[in-house]
Structure formats: structure tokens, C-alpha cells
């Protein structure tokens, strides 16, 4: 199942679709949806909504998946002898920025690479160090005059590392955070094909994660759901990330804990995994969860949510790593859960922590 839904993934992971311009991501994943679902919409705010109808009695419950489709970048605020300036969009980490391969969204797409200054050249303080965010530029190869007609300040920045398979069935690439977990949801959508469901389904692709949850706060007062489930990513074990915050990648589905997760939804998604040989891990969240579970939990009156992860390495880096049968496991146990949602779920679910 794998093999069907990585060129998918692929092609999202080489297209930009940063916070609050996710446009290019939004039109591959509805061409892929729209023969999925019944109905497609996109929100006020740019989160795509797709709906797929359950065989239940009107007016049928309603459960909201949620993955967001945003991904971290820069802009560029500046040019300066030819070179550009930038900031960040949503959270970048500039330790790992030097000699990335970018595309500057200008008049038409630009090749470039983020450069620092030489170490000898930098202030003191910050030679043999990593260096600040203000000290780098992208360099496109234009002279400064081509650069002026080209790019504008406001362009958008997006990393250009190409998707690179990996042993052991991983996968690598910028914006895994957090289009693996679209594409969960796209295996939820295409398991259900096969499945009977009583409640209505829908899937939604947010927007503006990285920088507001703007998604997550928006859709479900236009759905208003009954439960919730966001799909995210959480850190995997790797260099300098081995306590209880971290997970071992390829070793299953991480299940949210803490105040952001219905305690019902947790037992009874972690029940039913058991039951099927899924392996779950539980992911300890003691607060906020990061997620667009804090924002949907919070909508109106309240709404139950479930937070599911797959484990990621190198989290909000270009070279982001997955596991792809964590992916499918996602897929698979949302699929399972929905088949088996009963229509008088809502009575049997109380808060029992």
C-alpha cells in the first residue's frame, strides 16, 4: 500500500504551499480527494474540506480529521548587492540553513542557495558558531540589477530538496511536517472506499498551522463536528532526542495523552489498535499539544478531540525522515475506527481521567 501512496507524497513534498500561501499543495491534494469523497470546498481561509458521507439516518454525527497542509519557509525583506535578505515563516531553525537549495517565488521561479558571509568576516562573537539568521542571504546568480526586476520584498522562499528514499523503507524531504500526515489521511479516505460508515466523514487539509492553527479554529465552525482527530507528526529517537518526549520511528502510531485529548477517544482508539496488531506508542502531552488538536478542543462549546502522530526526525528541517509504514498504520487505524463509529457513540462518551 506503501507504493500507492508515495508518488503522491512525493509530489507534495515538491511543492512549496507555505503558511498562508498553500495554494499549490490545496490543488494536488483536491485533485487526489475529489474522487474520494462526495463533496469539496475550500474555507474562507484556505483549508480544503472534503466531505464523504456516511449511510447512517439523517442527521448524521459528524467526525473532523485534520491535517495540516502549511509549510514552514522564509520571504525575503531585503536585497542588498544582488543578494536577498529573508525571515522566517513558521518555525525555521537557521543552524541549517547554509548551503540549502531554495526557489524564490519572484516574477518567475528562481534556483538559489542560502550563504553566509566567511566565518573571518562575521562579528567576533559569532565566528566558529552557528550563524544568525541576519547575517544570511540566498544567492540566485542574477546580477543585482536582474534581481531588482525579478524579486520583490514579500517573495516567497521555499526549500527545493528533492524527496530522497531512504533504506528501511523512510523516506526524507522538507514539509514531512506536515504532509505525511496528509497523506494519512488520503489512505484513511481510500481504506473507507471499502468500508461501510454510519457517520459522516470529514477530511480536512488546514491551513496556516505553523503560524496561527488558523485552520484548526476556523473549520470546525463551519463543520461543527462532534469529534475531532488531528493528524500530526511527533519527534522520533535520533541524535540528542532520546527521552520520554521521543519516539522510535517505524515502531507504530502515537496516540496523544494529556488535557488536549478526550481520555474516551484515547482508550478507544488505543483498544481498538490493540485488537487489530497495530503498535501504538503513547505521546505524552502535557499542555499544549502543538497541534491543531489544542485549537479544534477549544471551538464552541468544546469539542472532543484525539491527537495521532507519526514519528519524525529532524523535525522543521529540509531533510525531515519518516518511517512509511507508520504512515499507513495511520491511515488504517482511522479508517477502522470510523467503520466502527456507532451512531449513539456520543452517548457512551464521558470524560474519565
Same mark, same amino acid.
Given at each position: ?5 508515495? *508518488?503522491?507524497?512525493?509530489?507534495? !513534498? ?5 503558511? @498562508?500561501?498553500?495554494g ?22 484556505? &483549508? ?5 458521507? @456516511?449511510s447512517?439516518?439523517? *442527521? ?12 514552514? %519557509?522564509?520571504?525575503? +525583506?531585503?536585497?542588498? #548587492? ?9 518555525? $525555521? ?5 547554509p @548551503? ?27 565566528? #566558529?558558531? =552557528? ?19 525579478? $524579486?520583490?520584498?514579500?517573495d ?19 514539509s ?8 494519512? !489521511? ?37 463543520i ?13 529517537? #535520533? =541524535? @540528542? ?10 515502531? #507504530?502510531?502515537?496516540?496523544?495523552? %494529556? ?5 474516551? !477517544?484515547?482508550?478507544?482508539?488505543k ?15 502535557? &499542555? ?35 518511517? !512509511? ?21 456520543? &452517548?457512551?462518551? +464521558?470524560?474519565?481521567?
Amino acid at each position: 500500500m506503501t507504493q500507492e501512496l508515495t *508518488p503522491f507524497l512525493k509530489e507534495l !513534498l515538491s511543492l512549496p504551499g507555505l503558511s @498562508g500561501y498553500e495554494g499549490p499543495a490545496r490543488e494536488a491534494i483536491a485533485a487526489v480527494w475529489k474522487p474520494l469523497v462526495d463533496e469539496i470546498t475550500t474555507s474562507k481561509v484556505g &483549508s480544503l474540506h472534503a466531505l464523504r458521507r @456516511g449511510s447512517g439516518a439523517a *442527521p448524521r454525527p459528524r467526525i473532523l480529521l485534520s491535517a495540516h497542509m502549511d509549510a514552514i %519557509g522564509l520571504m525575503v +525583506t531585503g536585497i542588498l #548587492g544582488g543578494l536577498l535578505r529573508f525571515t522566517q515563516i513558521g518555525g $525555521v531553525d537557521p543552524r541549517i540553513l547554509p @548551503g540549502q537549495p531554495v526557489t524564490v517565488h519572484g516574477r518567475e521561479a528562481l534556483p538559489g542557495v542560502v550563504v553566509s558571509p566567511p566565518d573571518a568576516l562575521l562579528p567576533a562573537r559569532l565566528q #566558529g558558531k =552557528p550563524v544568525d539568521m541576519e547575517y544570511l542571504f540566498v544567492d540566485t546568480g542574477l546580477l543585482p540589477d536582474d534581481v531588482k526586476k525579478m $524579486v520583490r520584498v514579500g517573495d516567497l522562499i521555499s526549500f527545493a530538496q528533492e524527496p530522497l528514499d531512504l533504506a528501511g523503507d523512510a523516506l526524507a524531504g522538507h514539509s514531512l511536517d506536515n504532509r505525511a500526515s496528509v497523506a494519512a !489521511l488520503t489512505h484513511c479516505l481510500k481504506e473507507l472506499q471499502h468500508m461501510q460508515h454510519s457517520w459522516d466523514v470529514y477530511a480536512v487539509a488546514s491551513a496556516q498551522e505553523e503560524t496561527a492553527l488558523l485552520g484548526a479554529f476556523t473549520s470546525p465552525f463551519d463543520i461543527r463536528p462532534d469529534l475531532a482527530v488531528a493528524i500530526d507528526v511527533t519527534f522520533a529517537k #535520533g =541524535p @540528542g532526542a532520546g527521552d520520554h518526549r521521543a519516539h522510535p520511528m517505524g515502531k #507504530g502510531v502515537a496516540l496523544g495523552y %494529556g488535557p488536549n485529548i478526550h481520555p474516551f !477517544l484515547y482508550k478507544s482508539f488505543k483498544d481498538l489498535a490493540d485488537r487489530l496488531d497495530i503498535p501504538t506508542l503513547m505521546d505524552v502531552m502535557p &499542555s499544549h499539544s502543538g497541534t491543531d488538536g489544542y485549537a479544534m478542543q477549544v471551538v464552541a462549546e468544546g469539542i472532543p478531540t484525539m491527537v495521532i502522530s507519526i514519528p519524525l526526525r529532524y523535525m522543521h528541517t529540509p531533510v525531515e525522515v519518516v518511517a !512509511l509504514k507508520d504512515i499507513t498504520r495511520t491511515g488504517q487505524l482511522m479508517a477502522e475506527f470510523i467503520s466502527r463509529l456507532e451512531p449513539d457513540f456520543m &452517548s457512551k462518551l +464521558t470524560w474519565e481521567d
